[in-house]
């Protein structure tokens, strides 16, 4: 296992720069995910780490190593990539004993070690077997353990659930989180989708544009995103927002709407000037209907019933909300509701910069 320590890592093609001076530290045993939009450079910085990109500038250790200027093989690391990497004509046994059989490693070595490996993924009955006649998971599994039986410091996972349906899917972010709490390696895990990130992480790393947008516990980021970014990102479906202008009164703070409404922000603590554009957000979940008094009004335009949650949307002061609502609704579309947005779960933004505000 391996303590992984990145300051200042950049990576540049020609005259483009796709990662921009990245700072980040992680934990020996500690389970990592870069979680972004496609695009944002998560990939690349995982494959810097794994020693098939090369690192324009920066430093990486791994373990207390300098890594820079180590091969793919000297960096004792493990890869598991989206596509499985799987040898068709060789059975499930040989595709994990490939690595140590390159490695020159007698089978006495690495024998147990693939019997164990098989019974922790529950592949035991499958060794025999060619990759074709294997379901996507299984062969997910193949992969994972080619990963184990090398026996890494360092577990990188690139995206490896893309390719599998839905339930497969939650089954194998299971079983990924429970080898990792198994073997206890250091691991970083990359991927687009934020449910993935915020079920399996200890910390995500948010990132945008080559960037580092914010990093903290899943439930860190999901309460309290440090901007508009990460609050938009992180949550299905996603935070509702709309902008306005604050508008301070004697005794009250309000929002004031382009479509000429208000909301009512009552526990806000603002130095935001009188007049300044802030955006509010809240969570679909949060939304509580109908509202006693103080409601903001929203005309139902689409209900999605999911049998657990029925989501309505509609619009407020021009954008498109979502509310969830725990309990079946006998709402149609076309109707008005109202909408009491509890101020304890009220983010508000400087509309500008997207920083978080109070």
């Given at each position: 296992?391996?303590?992984?320590?990145?300051?200042?890592?950049?990576?540049?093609?020609?005259?483009?720069?796709?990662?921009?001076?990245?700072?980040?530290?992680?934990?020996?045993?500690?389970?990592?995910?870069?979680?972004?939009?496609?695009?944002?450079?998560?990939?690349?910085?995982?494959?810097?780490?794994?020693?098939?990109?090369?690192?324009?500038?920066?430093?990486?250790?791994?373990?207390?190593?300098?890594?820079?200027?180590?091969?793919?093989?000297?960096?004792?690391?493990?890869?598991?990539?989206?596509?499985?990497?799987?040898?068709?004509?060789?059975?499930?046994?040989?595709?994990?004993?490939?690595?140590?059989?390159?490695?020159?490693?007698?089978?006495?070595?690495?024998?147990?070690?693939?019997?164990?490996?098989?019974?922790?993924?529950?592949?035991?009955?499958?060794?025999?077997?060619?990759?074709?006649?294997?379901?996507?998971?299984?062969?997910?599994r193949v992969a994972m353990g080619?990963?184990?039986?090398?026996e890494p410091e360092l577990f990188?996972?690139?995206?490896?659930?893309?390719?599998?349906?839905?339930?497969?899917?939650?089954?194998?972010?299971?079983?990924?989180?429970?080898?990792?709490?198994?073997?206890?390696?250091?691991?970083?895990?990359?991927?687009?989708?934020?449910?993935?990130?915020?079920?399996?992480?200890?910390?995500?790393?948010?990132?945008?544009?080559?960037?580092?947008?914010?990093?903290?516990?899943?439930?860190?980021?999901?309460?309290?995103?440090a901007n508009l970014f990460v609050?938009?990102?992180?949550?299905?479906?996603?935070?509702?927002?709309?902008?306005?202008?604050?508008?301070?009164?004697?005794?009250?703070?309000?929002?004031?709407?382009?479509?000429?409404?208000?909301?009512?922000?009552?526990?806000?603590?603002?130095?935001?000037?009188?007049?300044?554009?802030?955006?509010?957000?809240?969570?679909?979940?949060?939304?509580?209907?109908?509202?006693?008094?103080?409601?903001?009004?929203?005309?139902?335009?689409?209900?999605?019933?999911?049998?657990?949650?029925?989501?309505?949307?509609?619009?407020?002061?021009?954008?498109?909300?979502?509310?969830?609502?725990?309990?079946?609704?006998?709402?149609?579309?076309?109707?008005?509701?109202?909408?009491?947005?509890?101020?304890?779960?009220?983010?508000?933004?400087?509309?500008?910069?997207?920083?978080?505000?109070?």
């Open positions: 296992m391996a303590a992984v320590q990145m300051s200042g890592i950049f990576k540049r093609y020609g005259d483009t720069q796709v990662v921009h001076g990245i700072d980040l530290h992680i934990d020996d045993g500690e389970f990592v995910v870069l979680v972004g939009p496609s695009g944002c450079g998560k990939s690349t910085l995982m494959r810097m780490v794994a020693g098939l990109e090369e690192i324009t500038g920066g430093e990486l250790t791994i373990g207390g190593k300098r890594a820079n200027g180590l091969s793919p093989q000297q960096r004792n690391v493990s890869m598991v990539f989206q596509s499985y990497a799987l040898y068709p004509h060789l059975s499930v046994y040989e595709n994990i004993a490939f690595g140590p059989r390159i490695r020159k490693e007698p089978s006495t070595s690495f024998k147990p070690r693939i019997e164990a490996a098989a019974r922790m993924l529950n592949l035991t009955g499958y060794l025999d077997r060619l990759p074709r006649a294997l379901s996507g998971g299984q062969r997910q080619r990963a184990v039986v090398r990188l996972f690139d995206e490896p659930l893309s390719n599998l349906d839905a339930k497969l899917r939650v089954q194998m972010r299971t079983e990924i989180k429970a080898l990792h709490q198994r073997l206890k390696n250091t691991v970083i895990y990359v991927t687009h989708d934020q449910i993935e990130a915020m079920t399996m992480a200890d910390r995500i790393v948010v990132m945008n544009a080559g960037r580092i947008e914010q990093i903290g516990r899943p439930l860190e980021l999901y309460d309290r995103p609050a938009s990102f992180l949550g299905s479906p996603s935070m509702n927002f709309v902008e306005g202008e604050l508008q301070r009164g004697e005794q009250a703070i309000a929002l004031k709407l382009a479509d000429g409404g208000e909301i009512a922000l009552p526990h806000a603590d603002l130095s935001a000037a009188h007049g300044a554009k802030i955006t509010l957000g809240i969570r679909p979940e949060h939304i509580e209907t109908p509202a006693a008094h103080n409601g903001v009004a929203m005309e139902v335009e689409v209900i999605e019933p999911t049998g657990a949650e029925t989501h309505l949307y509609g619009k407020i002061g021009g954008s498109t909300w979502c509310a969830t609502l725990r309990k079946r609704t006998a709402v149609e579309p076309g109707q008005r509701v109202a909408l009491r947005l509890p101020g304890e779960h009220i983010h508000l933004f400087d509309t500008e910069s997207g920083r978080r505000l109070g």
